[in-house]
């Protein structure tokens, strides 16, 4: 029992310390976090396929 305690107590200090940990600590004044692109794709034509031809 009392160790199913320290093991509850252990977790929920790694999930509030982990938790409060983002990427923007070190950041310089006026840097901005880099978080991914968008990326649209749009189908060009009626007849497109995924298969791969071979170009000889």
């Known amino acids: 029992m009392k ?3 320290i093991l ?3 977790a929920l200090t ?3 310390y982990g938790s409060g940990c983002t990427g923007t ?3 310089v004044e006026g ?3 880099y ?5 649209k ?3 060009s034509d ?6 791969l031809r071979n170009p000889t």
């Open 41 to 43: 794709i749009e189908k």
């Open 8 to 10: 509850y107590a252990v």
């Open 25 to 27: 600590g070190r950041l």
């Open 35 to 39: 978080t991914g692109a968008k990326i």
């Open 46 to 51: 009626k007849e497109w396929s995924t298969r």
């Open 3 to 5: 160790t199913r305690l």
């Open 14 to 16: 790694w999930l509030v």
């Open 31 to 33: 840097e901005r976090l």
